[in-house]
């Protein structure tokens, strides 16, 4: 069954520490891969997202992922954390037919 | 250039009433999804919108219904609701071709009491 796990439903960081946020994927076809951020109340907002070539993605505030095949993963990473990152971040997968599958999604909170 | 349009922002309906959503797609994108978010979950997958045709559908009842219209624009129609229809309410829009991702709008805040 095609599915994306967050392991990480919480996590606390202090700002201007660095962050890693874990997404794996189970997809049968070759993936697209996205991370989206949300705000309390708000939609979503695209981060970052993977198609094909380097696996190395960079996206806008600061962030970039790594798409790794043989782990299945697409984790997201940030250098140093700002106290605006705090907020919930979703991963996503589709094979391109539009329609995608998030993760549960893991709530960032940012220590001053 | 304004993104995707929801109305209206915050709704209150009763158990059994019907409710309808409506979504302007970002300029330029033809297709238009919905997904349903609960509290404290990921967005799910509801249906997608297509040439003012329904060209995919995830695990919800047939109250759930949508319609296309000519200018791209959607609406989102739940008959009879339940309480557990209780959610935010997201459309997505894109265009066709090389996946260029989503633009989601900012959703539909839908409590039934």
């Known amino acids: 069954a095609q599915s994306v796990t967050q392991p990480d439903i919480h996590i606390t960081v202090s700002e201007g520490a660095s962050l890693e946020l874990r997404c794996n994927y189970s997809?049968?076809?070759?993936?697209?891969l996205f991370w989206y951020v949300q705000s309390p109340g708000q939609g979503l907002q695209l981060l970052l997202k993977?198609?094909?070539?380097?696996?190395l993605v960079q996206g806008i505030k600061g962030f970039e992922a790594e798409f790794k095949r043989s782990q299945s993963s697409f984790n997201l990473r940030k250098p140093s954390v700002h106290w605006s990152d705090a907020a919930e971040y979703f991963c996503?997968?589709?094979?391109?037919?539009?329609?995608?599958?998030f993760g549960t999604g893991t709530r960032l909170k940012v220590l001053a | 250039d304004a993104g995707v349009t929801q109305s209206p922002t915050h709704l209150i309906k009763t158990r059994g009433q019907q409710v309808t959503l409506r979504c302007s797609p970002k300029?330029?994108?033809?297709?238009v999804s919905w997904y349903q978010q609960a509290l404290g979950q990921g967005p799910q997958f509801i249906f997608q919108?297509?040439?003012?045709?329904?060209?995919q559908r995830g695990n919800f009842p047939d109250r759930f219904s949508g319609h296309q219209f000519p200018n791209y624009s959607s609406e989102l129609n739940v008959n009879a609701l339940l309480l557990g229809d209780s959610a935010l309410y997201l459309c997505?829009?894109?265009?066709?071709?090389?996946?260029?991702?989503?633009?989601f709008g900012s959703g539909t805040r839908l409590t039934v009491v």
């Open positions: 996503a997968v589709t094979s391109g037919t539009y329609k995608y599958i």
């Open positions: 919108y297509y040439e003012e045709e329904e060209r």
């Open positions: 997809y049968g076809a070759t993936p697209y």
């Open positions: 993977y198609f094909s070539g380097d696996t």
């Open positions: 300029s330029g994108h033809d297709t």
């Open positions: 997505a829009s894109t265009r066709q071709g090389p996946n260029y991702g989503y633009t």
